[in-house]
């Protein structure tokens, strides 16, 4: 069973995103910020994390950072509200990076994709 970190401080959209992606056989484990995901992604064995990326929070680029550092394969899914960050070099740091929907097929195709890379 592969693991997702799913970083989202939304609490509806992470209980959608957590439901879905667990009924796709996923291990979900959830965080409401990036910061707080580190000590979850150095105790836990993750495969990817899908991290929300707040448009005016620049520093949370600063932690994805850090998360390659802790786990430099890491693969990473940054869906976000908007496409501000998009052309922005921290971007390519992600694996990914998709316009949130309500139509969750194009998350849950990129999430499949990237985990059958391994």
Request: glycine letters at 4%.
């Amino acid at each position: 069973m592969k693991n997702i970190l799913l970083i989202e401080n939304n609490n509806n959209l992470l209980y959608l995103y957590k439901k879905e992606l667990s009924d796709l056989g996923y291990r979900v484990i959830v965080s409401p910020s990036g910061e707080q995901a580190l000590p979850i992604l150095n105790g836990e064995n993750v495969d990817l994390i899908v991290f929300e990326i707040q448009p005016t929070a620049n520093q949370e680029f600063q932690t994805l950072e850090k998360m390659l550092n802790i786990k430099e394969n890491l693969k990473i899914v940054i869906n976000t509200t908007s496409g501000i960050y998009k052309n922005d070099i921290s971007s390519r740091l992600a694996h990914a990076y998709l316009i949130k929907s309500s139509d969750l097929s194009e998350l849950k195709v990129t999430i499949d994709e990237l985990l059958k890379e391994n």
